[in-house]
């Protein structure tokens, strides 16, 4: 079974970093690109930034642009974000999936981790 | 705003059939394939149309996918209860170059 845990949310003061994982099983992680998209409160879903098997090609999507980092750890089958001068407006749940081989989409969610920007 | 639109609400009576409305612009539904997502509250997101009407293994066929030009559409035919959830719509936007996503659609069952 696939399974996709977010860890590393939490309350951050406008500013500052927070650096969120993902725990992947139930599939060969390396063999998969992965992605982040998150969802700010009463909101749609929104690309934040995916990451090719093998770390070669990384698209980041307007949210969160210029201030995120996206990696993983094949080994050790983890995803990685790490959110720099957050805003209140990053505020989000954020969730890590597992990209489709058919396309760019997700076809598998984790449950996502709450990011909470404030003062 | 999200670039895809979609009503933020419907609902219908046990039995009958709900409709859901994408829209896009030819940059992304227009070109690119269509994908439905529900999303039951406090829980992951799952993966229900793909590639605009393909039904991943499990899920029921009263659910269905349909597009036309730059507009897509999810009908849940023979509505339930547990169908109460909100739906996403998805596609990838060549001018963007990355996905994008509607504002989703809360489904109510009466």
């Known amino acids: 079974e696939v399974q996709l845990v977010e860890s590393g949310g939490g309350l951050v003061k406008p500013g500052g970093s927070l650096r969120l994982s993902c725990a992947a099983s139930?599939?060969?992680?390396?063999?998969?690109?992965m992605i982040w998209v998150r969802q700010a409160p009463g909101k749609g879903l929104e690309w934040v930034t995916s990451?090719?098997?093998?770390?070669?090609?990384?698209n980041y999507g307007n949210a969160l642009k210029g201030r995120t980092t996206i990696s993983r750890d094949n080994a050790k089958k983890s995803l990685y974000l790490q959110m720099n001068s957050l805003r209140v407006e990053d505020t989000a749940v954020y969730y890590c999936g597992r990209v489709a081989m058919s396309g760019w989409h997700p076809d598998y969610w984790g449950r996502g981790t709450l990011v909470t920007v404030s003062a | 705003q999200s670039v895809l639109t979609q009503p933020p609400s419907a609902s219908g009576t046990p039995g009958q059939t709900v409709t859901i409305s994408c829209s896009g612009t030819s940059s992304n539904i227009g070109s690119n394939y269509v994908y439905w997502y529900q999303q039951v509250p406090g829980t992951a997101p799952k993966l229900l149309i793909d590639r605009d009407n393909q039904r991943p293994s499990g899920v029921p066929d009263r659910f269905s996918g349909s597009k036309s030009g730059t507009s897509a559409s999810l009908a849940i035919s023979g509505l339930r209860s547990e169908d109460e959830a909100h739906y996403h719509c998805a596609s990838w936007d060549d001018s963007l170059r990355f996905g994008v996503f509607g504002g989703g659609t809360k489904v109510t069952v009466l």
């Open positions: 990451i090719s098997s093998t770390s070669s090609h990384i």
């Open positions: 139930g599939f060969n992680f390396r063999t998969y690109s």
